[in-house]
């Protein structure tokens, strides 16, 4: 924005006359091949032959084929495509943020129903576990309540840590460091 609002201005000053001052010096040194005429040395040459100018001209601005104005309209369009998109990126950074914020809810969401599973597994380990020793079941249901209770642990773990990711991300976006 900051760029664009300077090229504004540049382009504007097209429309203010331009003073230009120019500073010369030049010399310049000749030989002639007659027998008769007799030339000076270069350094006499060089000295006497020297020459100084200093000019200045002034423009003004009447008439330049619309060219100023097209400029300056440019950089105002040129402000209006960069006020545009800073508003894409501000909407689309508070999309992200709001996608953020509903995957930690879900993510927070999934963590409890983890942790309740566990408690539903676990007290269906135990009762399985109680009924294989009282010869009720087999080896194998044993196991299969066991592999259960492995599973909703492992799920546990993963929705813990994936909890812990999101709320690092509500953290970047909150300005908080990110500790481990």
Do not use: H, W
């Not at 664009?4 to 230009?20: D, M, Q, R, S």
């Not at 006499?44 to 100018?53: H, I, K, T």
């Amino acid at each position: 924005m900051q760029s664009a609002e300077k090229t504004l201005a540049i382009a504007k000053a097209g429309y203010l006359p331009v003073l230009n001052m120019n500073m010369g010096y030049g010399t310049n040194y000749f030989y002639l091949y007659k027998k008769d005429f007799s030339n000076r040395s270069i350094s006499d040459q060089l000295r006497n032959n020297a020459g100084e100018s200093i000019g200045l001209s002034l423009s003004i601005p009447i008439f330049n084929r619309f060219s100023v104005r097209n400029q300056v309209r440019n950089a105002r369009f040129n402000i209006e495509n960069q006020q545009l998109a800073l508003e894409n990126v501000r909407k689309s950074l508070y999309k992200e943020i709001e996608t953020a914020y509903l995957n930690a809810i879900a993510a927070q969401e999934k963590y409890k129903a983890s942790q309740q599973a566990i408690r539903s597994t676990s007290e269906s380990f135990n009762f399985a576990k109680e009924r294989y020793e009282l010869g009720k079941s087999t080896v194998f249901e044993l196991n299969e309540a066991r592999t259960r209770l492995v599973r909703s642990q492992s799920e546990e773990i993963q929705a813990k840590y994936d909890f812990i990711f999101r709320t690092k991300i509500l953290d970047f976006y909150n300005g908080i460091p990110i500790k481990l």
